[in-house]
């Protein structure tokens, strides 16, 4: 069974501390995502990765930084993490192009709580 | 920019009753994928159904089907019979080919309450 992969499933930090989540797939898939989602606002992009140490902003990067030095993991870092930023966050893979036949693949979330 | 509309926040439904959840879109490109997803309490995104702009008939997967209005910018999600398990968050997001990271917009999702 295909799979996106999150090594933490909750955190706790503290204000300041850095953060770093990680993601690895097994698709081979090009396209890896970090989505955050918060109760009525849905998914918001932070950052999306088309390829090995390439990135592109998403709606809200501020505060964030990725990491992609091989294929199959995609790391989202808080440098220093803040209480705003206590979030449901979830990552997501996919071929190049997306369409019916090659939708996104979600992990199961991570779900951080900075004090 | 595209934009997703889903005007129900949450919605309750007797078990066995069928269930439509609204999805409106706005693009003005003429090739575009839309999808259905389902999160349940465990958080993980799960893949319900597609629909492209192109296609001629609305797409079902089993109890789910999606009802297709291209000219009024609809893509409702409907679910037959349903199931207490059915219970959970549901997101409509639309595709733009080639839109890089801009590419796929999600809604707010509404949230589904089956009642025995």
């Known amino acids: 069974d295909v799979k996106v992969t999150q090594s933490s499933r909750y955190l706790v930090k503290r204000t300041g501390e850095k953060v770093f989540l990680e993601c690895v797939q097994d698709?081979?898939?090009?396209?890896m995502f970090w989505y955050r989602q918060d109760p009525g606002l849905g998914l918001r992009l932070i950052y999306f990765?088309?390829?090995?140490?390439?990135?592109e902003k998403g709606d809200i990067p501020e505060g964030y930084s990725v990491s992609r030095e091989k294929k199959e993991r995609f790391s989202l870092i808080l440098e220093s993490a803040s209480t705003n930023q206590t979030s449901m966050y979830l990552c997501?893979?996919?071929?190049?192009?997306?369409?019916?036949?090659?939708?996104?693949?979600f992990g199961a979330g991570s779900r951080l709580t900075v004090l | 920019a595209q934009k997703i509309t889903q005007t129900q926040p949450g919605m309750f439904v007797q078990e066995k009753e069928a269930v439509t959840l609204d999805c409106t879109y706005d693009?003005?490109?003429?090739?575009?994928?839309l999808f259905w997803y389902k999160q349940p309490s465990s958080g993980e995104m799960i893949f319900l159904i597609y629909?492209?702009?192109?296609?001629?008939q609305n797409a079902t997967e089993g109890r789910y089907s999606l009802n297709f209005q291209k000219a009024r910018k609809s893509a409702n999600l409907v679910i037959s019979a349903s199931q207490l398990g059915d219970s959970a968050m549901y997101f409509c997001?639309?595709?733009?080919?080639?839109?890089?990271?801009?590419?796929?917009?999600f809604g707010k999702g509404t949230h589904l309450i089956i009642q025995p």
């Open positions: 997501a893979s996919s071929l190049w192009d997306i369409s019916g036949a090659n939708v996104l693949t």
């Open positions: 698709m081979d898939h090009e396209n």
């Open positions: 990765s088309y390829d090995v140490k390439m990135k």
């Open positions: 693009t003005s490109d003429p090739s575009y994928g």
């Open positions: 629909q492209g702009s192109y296609d001629q």
């Open positions: 997001a639309m595709y733009k080919p080639g839109g890089g990271a801009d590419g796929l917009t």
